[in-house]
């Protein structure tokens, strides 16, 4: 599982740091020969609730050995409609 963490730091200091955002991706399948492809189940976490899920999406055949995994965080938000 991958998980994107946004904070804020006031003041460029990391001792006040605090999230303002996260991400959950999972792989929930590989397909393709030898598994060059994923599917992503996604989870749009509500500000200061870890646990709460705001919304949910899917990345579905995506080509996971190709790109860097910003790409693959891009298609998630852009599934998400964000």
């Known amino acids: 599982m991958l ?6 730091w006031p003041g460029g200091r990391e001792s ?9 991706i999972h792989n929930t ?3 393709g020969k030898q598994a060059r492809r994923g599917n992503y189940a996604i989870r749009l ?3 200061g609730s870890p ?3 705001s919304r949910t999406a ?3 055949d ?3 050995l190709s790109y860097p995994v910003w790409k693959l965080v891009r298609r998630a938000l852009e599934a998400l409609n964000v």
């Open 16 to 24: 006040k740091a605090f999230e303002i955002g996260r991400m959950l």
């Open 45 to 47: 976490m509500r500000k």
């Open 29 to 31: 399948s590989w397909t």
């Open 51 to 53: 646990k709460a899920v």
């Open 62 to 64: 995506y080509p996971r």
């Open 3 to 8: 998980v994107v963490k946004i904070e804020m």
């Open 58 to 60: 899917d990345v579905l």
